[in-house]
């Protein structure tokens, strides 16, 4: 079946430098892709995605790359913030399989030392 | 309502009860789906809305776990003579349409707790 993963369970950066959040997946089906953060006591809030004709978005603050040769994501965000401190899941969704909902991973818990 | 709305928010049940669990999800969204979460892992999939047809429910661990959607709006998770495993954070999200490729908006989870 699908698996997703991430290869730094955990992550400390200091305030002000940039995060790069790391995820392998393994179904090369995947066509679509997000990137979620988690605080605790809360639901994932979406922070952004991308489809697998593209290798490369970019939002507020923050970039997503998708390698499909290596079937690697990951999230990078610049000038890390206290706030930013939370988990991060990865999850893809493999369409053809006819199915809509998301494969997630454990998660990377991304600790911003102020 | 502006997002997913759950509840809820906690609840403590004996081993053997029914719980209910209610999910509104964003207004006008087709897509609807309950995740169910355990401590320090990510969400797994449980069952899927497209409106008031549960089109996916494999990811059910059980026949003691019921979802409906009747309306096609509200959805409640239903799980019956609960088990101490089944203590966990249920999620659910919501998506604007039937494409697979359109985000899914969470909720903050009903945190259940089976003593």
């Known amino acids: 079946g699908e698996s997703v993963g991430l290869h730094l369970p955990t992550l400390s950066v200091q305030e002000g430098d940039n995060s790069i959040i790391n995820c392998a997946y393994s179904n090369s089906a995947s066509d679509y892709f997000i990137w979620y953060k988690q605080e605790s006591g809360k639901g994932p809030q979406f922070i952004i995605d991308?489809?697998?004709?593209?290798d490369k978005r970019q939002g507020q603050r923050v970039t997503v790359l998708l390698n499909k040769t290596v079937k690697h994501l990951s999230l990078q965000i610049a000038a890390t913030q206290p706030g930013d401190s939370a988990v991060y899941f990865c999850?893809?969704?493999?369409?053809?399989?006819?199915?809509?909902?998301?494969?997630f991973g454990t998660g990377t818990r991304l600790t911003v030392i102020p | 309502g502006a997002g997913v709305s759950q509840s809820p928010r906690y609840k403590v049940a004996k081993r053997g009860q029914d719980v209910a669990l209610r999910c509104d999800p964003i207004s006008g969204h087709v897509s609807l789906f309950w995740y169910q979460q355990a401590l320090g892992q990510g969400p797994e999939f449980l069952t899927y809305f497209q409106n008031e047809a549960q089109l996916d429910k494999s990811g059910l661990p059980s026949d003691r776990f019921f979802a409906e959607r009747p309306e096609g709006s509200v959805s409640t998770l239903k799980i019956q003579r609960t088990q101490q495993e089944d203590s966990a954070v249920y999620l659910c999200?919501?998506?604007?349409?039937?494409?697979?490729?359109?985000?899914?908006?969470f909720g903050d989870g009903t945190r259940l707790s089976i003593l």
């Open positions: 991308i489809r697998s004709n593209m």
């Open positions: 999200a919501s998506s604007l349409n039937s494409n697979s490729n359109q985000p899914q908006h």
């Open positions: 999850a893809e969704n493999a369409d053809q399989t006819g199915a809509n909902n998301l494969f």
